[in-house]
């Protein structure tokens, strides 16, 4: 089953912009509310790190390389975190993954590519 589904990856020339979005389709609306999403990015040869991510009550916290860039933000009828990304740069590229985090349940999703050229 398919729990988070990821979209809004691509290429795109440094300084732009993307917006990713990520749908927990099969999450009933109590348990989508209840739960800490994310947004991890793994580069190639590099471990995975937070970007961001945003708790049940709002809280948003940021990893230290994209904060005043991007944006996290949730849409609790829709089951839909954003990620809303400016002033792209090429260390940005990778693999960026949704995770939903209601513990002790852990949910990733399939991670889309998001490419960013000099």
């Known amino acids: 089953q398919v729990q988070l589904e990821e979209s809004g990856g691509g290429s795109v020339e440094a300084g732009g912009s993307l917006r990713l979005s990520c749908r927990a389709s099969?999450?009933?609306?109590?348990?989508?509310?209840?739960?800490?999403m994310g947004w991890y990015r793994q580069a190639p040869g590099k471990e995975r790190e937070l970007v961001a991510d945003?708790?049940?009550?709002?809280?948003?916290n940021y990893g230290d390389s994209v904060k005043g860039r991007f944006t996290i933000s949730k849409d609790n009828t829709r089951k839909t975190v954003y990620l809303q990304m400016n002033s792209l740069k090429p260390e940005d590229t990778g693999v960026y993954y949704c995770?939903?985090?209601?513990?002790?349940?852990?949910?990733w999703g399939q991670g889309t590519q998001v490419t960013v050229s000099s």
């Open positions: 945003i708790t049940d009550s709002g809280m948003t």
């Open positions: 099969r999450t009933i609306l109590s348990e989508f509310r209840a739960s800490t």
């Open positions: 995770n939903r985090k209601r513990p002790p349940l852990d949910y």
